[in-house]
């Protein structure tokens, strides 16, 4: 009875996910919403020049072996001009929204190919990157689209998913903070490839490191596996000459990226019909679209 009651008052105040675990009939825990509700507001985005020095010595510090440039300044790998883009800093205003707490997994892209509105995804059969509980990679920009708008959804914009990973904090480098831990976030190596260092090799499944999440809550904003949005990149950015529409802006590093790619101001965008191994999603919501008491439960960064 007494558990039949704090349920119901929880419920009443609009808490979801209540479960009773099974081992224990004394203990009650709240799940998580999959769901992550963020208010309306303006955030900053982009890098100061000390972020920027800071991205060079990560560079730097990743690769001990670089070889000597003429022009390290304008022309070596980890030349401050890599990462110019990312500046100036300024305010960006976002509706209320929702996103996705965790990256799209294998299992769920599957319901969808179950459903006939997705196509299989075109990754690796390699549980080390294709197990239900991996991040889903292997999709183009217009599937991860459509696989969105089949679970009620969106991609996020450009500016909804650097204030979901900075979490209003303008101060923070990563999801957690200013300075870089490998142990935090699965990541490669320099100049691209898979590192163990931080656990796995390859992909890791979606929620491996709770400790590195965003202020929101929103995990594995840096690495496991880069993410669409569905912003195409400024045309600054791609070049004179160049159809911005063509790109959209991929955001958060990989598995198979060093630690300075996964800062949430790096910029970074990929042809729309891209496939690559380390590259998958989340979804992004309006309040309008979906019902259901979790859509009342707007966040507010700590």
């Known amino acids: 009875m007494t558990r039949l009651l704090v349920g119901l008052a929880l419920g009443c105040l609009g808490v979801t996910g209540l479960f009773a675990q099974a081992d224990d009939a004394r203990r009650l ?7 992550v509700w963020i208010e309306s507001g303006s955030s900053v985005m982009g890098a100061t020049e000390r972020d920027l020095e800071y991205a060079v010595w990560l560079c730097r510090q990743s690769r001990p072996l670089e070889l000597p440039s003429v022009r390290p300044e304008t022309d070596g790998a980890c ?6 883009r990312e500046i ?16 799209v997994t294998h299992a769920r892209w599957r319901r969808c190919v179950a459903a006939g509105r997705c196509p299989p995804a075109r990754g690796r059969d390699d549980d080390r990157v ?20 089949f679970e009620g959804g969106r991609l996020p914009s450009d500016e909804e998913w650097e204030r979901a990973a900075r979490g209003g904090h303008r101060r923070h480098r990563f999801p957690w903070g200013r300075l870089f831990n490998a142990s935090l976030a699965n990541h490669g190596r320099s100049p691209r490839g898979p590192d163990d260092q931080d656990g796995w090799a390859y992909a890791a499944p979606v929620g491996s490191f709770p400790d590195g999440a965003s202020p929101y809550g929103v995990q594995d904003m840096a690495g496991n596996v880069f993410e669409w949005t569905d ?19 991929v955001r958060g590093g990989s598995w198979a990226l060093p630690a300075e790619v996964l800062r949430v101001s790096h910029r ?6 891209e496939e690559r191994s380390d590259l998958g999603l989340r979804c992004a919501y309006d309040r309008r679209a979906l019902a259901g008491p979790d859509a009342s439960a707007i966040l507010r960064a700590p």
């Open 88 to 103: 100036p800093r300024r305010r960006a205003w976002t509706d209320a929204y929702g996103i996705d707490r965790f990256e």
């Open 231 to 249: 912003s195409p990149p400024r045309e600054e950015d791609v070049g004179p000459g160049a159809d911005p529409d063509v790109y959209r802006m």
């Open 130 to 149: 294709s197990a239900p509980s991996m991040p889903v990679t292997g999709v183009t920009w217009a599937e991860a689209r459509d696989f969105c708008a």
């Open 29 to 35: 825990s709240v799940r998580r919403p999959p769901i």
């Open 79 to 84: 030349s401050p001009l890599r990462f110019a």
């Open 268 to 273: 970074a965008w990929q042809p729309i019909g």
